[in-house]
């Protein structure tokens, strides 16, 4: 599976981005799609997941501000983002699981919030 990740950028507090990520490959059997934020020096962290059935999951500090949808005909899934914060400020990592496979990753998009 390959990913392509899109749409980082800088933008000032307050302000809205929508990343997308597009998978193809072997994209049979893709479970979970979904995001994930690293600062450097600190941990990978969760933001945002979405089933294949639409269900999602957000970390605590996304809940009310971003919002994650897929498009399956498209194999792409979307991370609108609302009310950036500077702690928001982030490389973005688009990742997948696939069915008995495990997870994929795409290459990381930089969001970058300035107060």
């Known amino acids: 599976v390959q990913l392509q990740a899109s749409g980082g950028g800088l933008v000032q507090a307050g302000g809205s981005l929508r990343l997308s990520c597009a998978a193809s490959?072997?994209?049979?059997?893709?479970?979970?799609m979904g995001w994930y934020r690293q600062v450097p020096g600190t941990q990978r962290e969760l933001v945002a997941s979405i089933t294949r059935d639409g269900t999602t999951n957000y970390a605590d500090s996304a809940k009310g501000r971003f919002t994650i949808s897929r498009d399956n005909a498209k194999n792409t899934v979307y991370l609108q983002m609302n009310s950036l914060k500077s702690e928001d400020t982030a490389v973005y990592y688009c990742?997948?699981?696939?069915?008995?496979?495990?997870?994929?990753w795409g290459q990381g998009t930089l969001v970058t919030v300035s107060s």
């Open positions: 490959g072997s994209i049979f059997s893709i479970i979970v």
């Open positions: 990742y997948t699981i696939r069915a008995g496979a495990g997870a994929y």
